[in-house]
């Protein structure tokens, strides 16, 4: 009865790890592309696709998203 009993935590451990891992590779995944966000925002305002207030406002945002994200992830990787 206590081997199955430590089999079951065996089980959920691993498979909130696999899931704190998924989660960190997801986070990593949308720092990728929001800092690629942010090169194409640069690349769209100096072909004048955005106006300097366009950009700002969409830039100010993504920086947001970007310290977020590197919050969260920091957060995550401290409680492994």
Request: net charge positive; charged share 30%.
């Amino acid at each position: 009865m206590m081997e199955r009993a430590e089999n079951v935590v065996v089980k959920k451990t691993e498979a909130f790890a696999d899931r704190i891992v998924n989660f960190l590779t997801k986070l990593t995944i949308a720092l990728k592309e929001s800092n690629e966000t942010k090169f194409w925002l640069q690349r769209l305002y100096s072909a004048s696709y955005l106006s300097e207030s366009e950009y700002k406002s969409i830039l100010d945002d993504n920086v947001e998203i970007i310290k977020l994200l590197t919050s969260i992830t920091k957060t995550v990787k401290s409680n492994l």
